[in-house]
């Protein structure tokens, strides 16, 4: 919108209240005199985005039109990255909601910026509780071999597969994980953490140990019948 900050009319300040409570994206040019000093300083905190002083000539229109044109492209373009980045958030949030895995991310001193909502089903504890203090999920029979692997890869910043533990819910329940973690890097390629992904391997284990305790069995009875 281009007018002059005294019209006949309406005072153009209250025209720019108007068409700010309307729309207050849209952009406001006013042209004024010198001595329209009050008026100037009143049309700013109402927020007008370009001022063109008198006398006007054809340059100095173009050129505060021109700024204006070219500020509010940058806010579109501002915009659509922003939607872009939201949608994919959202996309990245789906995808790690639904896997069956535990993911986490922590930053370059051990401290959980992010663990999915499904650690509750897996660990007994609640995101809050996981993102407020840092807790072992880990059984005390595992416990010193988890702290210096954890250890060693943050003085190493080094990542490493399929790390097999001995965990304990909160509720006192065991169960069996495997963890796999990978340094990760901010934009000026300094250590930032690690970003974690903890899979429930309860049942394999279990089956790995009923199959173990049938072979020692049949090995036991096989002796027995030589004997």
């Not at 000093?37 to 700013?44: A, G, N, Q």
């Not at 895995?101 to 897996?122: A, F, K, M, R, V």
């Not at 903890?198 to 030589?226: C, H, P, V, W, Y």
Request: proline share 2%; aromatic share 8%; glycine share 6%.
């Amino acid at each position: 919108v281009l007018a002059d900050i005294r019209l006949p009319a309406m005072n153009g300040l209250e025209m720019v209240r108007k068409i700010k409570l309307l729309d207050k994206n849209t952009k406001i040019i006013m042209i004024s005199a010198y001595t329209d000093t009050d008026y100037f300083i009143k049309s700013i905190e109402l927020g007008v985005d370009g001022y063109v002083v008198k006398p006007v000539t054809k340059t100095k229109l173009l050129d505060e039109i021109k700024k204006q044109a070219d500020i509010i492209l940058l806010e579109k373009k501002l915009k659509q990255k922003e939607q872009k980045l939201k949608e994919n958030e959202e996309r990245l949030r789906s995808i790690v909601d639904s896997t069956p895995g535990l993911l986490s991310i922590s930053d370059e001193n051990g401290e959980t910026e992010y663990i999915s909502p499904n650690c509750l089903q897996i660990t007994g504890y609640s995101q809050q509780e996981l993102m407020e203090e840092f807790i072992w999920w880990v059984h005390e029979d595992d416990l010193e071999k988890a702290k210096n692997v954890f250890s060693k890869t943050y003085r190493k910043k080094q990542g490493m597969k399929n790390f097999h533990f001995k965990g304990i819910k909160k509720n006192g329940e065991i169960w069996y994980g495997s963890a796999s973690w990978e340094a990760r890097y901010d934009i000026n390629n300094q250590f930032a953490g690690f970003i974690m992904q903890t899979i429930d391997i309860t049942e394999q284990k279990m089956a790995e140990n009923a199959l173990s305790l049938s072979e020692q069995r049949f090995r036991l009875s096989l002796g027995n019948s030589k004997t």
